[in-house]
């Protein structure tokens, strides 16, 4: 009969999860876990240099493949620090499990030193929380915790192991088979007939397309099932590469910056195909306004956002594959030419009036040219910002798990560590990270977990010395009452780059930017890209806060 530690069990058991890389900082409170983990030849630990930065790698690892990943924490503020990340987790829908230690079990609830109630504190930015009181409990809780995150709509689970439990012996007979995630129930076939005869029915349909698409595998049923019925196509920014953003039925992304066409398209249509999307106040502006005619087939595997916001919807329960892939095999084949040609005219008469500056000194020509010297196999992640609405509307996204964005939470300082997680899960891949000053110096530490780890990552920063999307707000809605959203003092980011021991240019000092460019975008390692950006040009269009899609502001392409 095998007799080990908890600790050692647990290594046992993530061994088993065919997990090969964590990412986490010891302290205090997991130092049993970490004995134990320097003893597995298995899995590789990345240090990351901030607990929300560990997280955020986890994510990286998660999104980019579809599977489970951990990061580790130590308890109180080890485990304090992982809150965020793991709130941005539960809001997107990724599967991360968070192990943290916590004080010895007689300890806890004594105000002990860096103790802090993690599990208390995580259960509304979690899908499921343990709190171990046993180290026998590991060889139910860790399966479990990897079934619950992986199943259904993913997402993040914490568990939480007091020390005396990670040193606890533990005897066993067998260890359980790894956690897998559960088959889907089955759908309502009636309803999706139901929905299908809608389908081939209407006028002029809309297939809107969410982050669950990509969850559930289904982009490429989705695009046949467009094809086949002629569906034009929205995305969420979660959404992005569920369609490739050249297909002919792509109207992009949808929502406060989208194209004005989409948005008018999404006024128009009379039936709304929702897949894998939860009507997020972003993508759907002034919800009593957005697609007012339409009747609405809403497919999601998470059944409470079934008539969350939209109420009166044909819902379907059910993995948005298994769906798309009923509704291809029932609807008809269709090719609507006046719908088409209803959208060419929106197209034509409101054309998405992106700054088309051949420059990569330019916010715009900066995304086109990194994505076109990085090629269609790169991941990009991005910060949060304005940097991040250019990269959405103008980076030629073709595949699903290609681009990587804090789309729920918006969490400044996620695109850096979220980069080192999916170059560690994709070692042959390049990886690149458009960023704002603001974003980057929010998570800038982990910097030198890429250098320590040579990671083919390219850090491209849009340096506005300004929190860019707020002082546009500021300017727009608050009557140009700038404030609090500039930065006083200018930093040398290439210089701070080399200091952590990566490669860094300044654009702005150079005399062939665009070969400057794609020579360091084509270089091995990691590196810093700087472009100074006039902090004074805005993302266009954009709908008002809580305003109709219609209402879009439009402003001048100042690119
Ligand atoms: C952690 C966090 N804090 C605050 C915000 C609010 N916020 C949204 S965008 C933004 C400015 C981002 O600035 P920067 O990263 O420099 O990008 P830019 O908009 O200038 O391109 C801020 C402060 C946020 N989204 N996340």
Not at 5 to 13: H, Q, Y
Not at 293 to 316: M, N, R
Not at 363 to 388: F, K, N, W
Not at 498 to 526: T, V
């Amino acid at each position: 009969m095998p007799s080990m530690t908890g600790a050692e069990l647990l290594i046992r058991l993530l061994e088993r999860q065919e997990i090969t890389t964590v990412a986490g900082i010891p302290g205090g409170t997991n130092l049993p876990i970490y004995d134990a983990l320097g003893r597995s030849s298995r899995i590789r630990h990345v240090l990351a240099r901030h607990e929300q930065g560990a997280a955020f790698m986890a994510q990286g690892m998660a999104r980019s493949t579809g599977k489970p990943a951990v990061c580790m924490a130590t308890s109180g503020p080890g485990a304090t620090n992982l809150l965020t990340a793991i709130a941005d987790a539960k809001l997107d829908s990724v599967p991360i499990v968070c192990i943290t230690g916590q004080v010895p079990l007689g300890l806890v609830g004594t105000d002990a030193f860096q103790e802090m109630d993690i599990y208390g504190m995580s259960i509304p930015v979690t899908k499921h929380n343990y709190l171990v009181r046993s180290a026998r409990e590991l060889l139910h809780v860790i399966p479990e915790a990897f079934r619950i995150a992986a199943s259904g709509r993913p997402g993040p689970v914490l568990v939480d192991i007091p020390k005396d439990i990670q040193c606890q012996s533990v005897t066993f007979d067998m260890l359980p088979a790894p956690g897998t995630p559960e088959t889907s129930p089955d759908p309502d076939i009636d309803q999706l007939n139901r929905a299908a005869e809608m389908i081939s029915r209407s006028r002029k349909p809309i297939l809107y397309l969410g982050g669950g698409v990509t969850q559930s595998g289904a982009s490429e049923t989705a695009t046949r099932l467009a094809e086949k019925n002629t569906l034009p196509s929205v995305m969420t920014l979660m959404g992005l590469g569920a369609m490739p953003h050249s297909h002919p039925l792509s109207l992009g992304m949808l929502g406060m910056h989208a194209a004005k066409h989409t948005n008018l398209a999404l006024q128009e249509c009379d039936l709304l195909i929702a897949a894998g999307v939860r009507f997020d106040d972003r993508a759907t502006g002034r919800l009593e306004e957005f697609c007012p005619d339409a009747d609405i087939i809403h497919i999601d595997i998470d059944p409470s956002e079934l008539g969350k916001l939209k109420t009166d919807c044909v819902g379907i329960v059910c993995d948005v594959k298994t769906a798309l892939e009923h509704l291809l095999a029932n609807v008809q084949d269709k090719q609507r030419g006046e719908w088409v040609d209803r959208i060419a005219t929106l197209k034509r008469d409101f054309p998405a009036l992106l700054p088309k500056t051949a420059s990569p000194l330019s916010p715009y020509g900066l995304v086109r040219h990194a994505a076109e010297y990085v090629g269609p196999d790169a991941i990009v992640t991005t910060d949060v910002g304005q940097h991040q609405m250019r990269a959405a509307q103008a980076y030629p996204v073709t595949r699903a798990r290609q681009f990587l964005t804090s789309g729920g939470l918006g969490t400044m300082g996620f695109g850096l560590p979220a980069a080192i997680g999916a170059a560690l899960a994709h070692p042959d891949r390049s990886v690149i990270c458009f960023t704002g000053d603001g974003s980057l110096l929010m998570n800038i530490q982990e910097l030198a977990t890429a250098a320590e780890h040579n990671l083919n990552i390219k850090i491209v920063l849009a340096d506005n010395r300004a929190l860019g999307l707020v002082q546009q707000q500021q300017e727009l809605f608050y009557e140009n009452r700038k404030f609090a959203s500039s930065y006083g003092n200018a930093l040398d980011f290439t210089t701070i780059a080399k200091g952590f021991g990566i490669a860094s240019a300044d654009l702005a000092n150079s005399e062939d930017p665009a070969s400057d460019l794609r020579d360091i975008l084509g270089s091995n390692g990691p590196a810093l890209i700087r472009i100074p950006v006039n902090a004074a040009e805005n993302v266009y269009p954009m709908v008002p806060p809580g305003a109709a899609n219609t209402t879009m502001i439009e402003g001048a392409a100042n690119d």
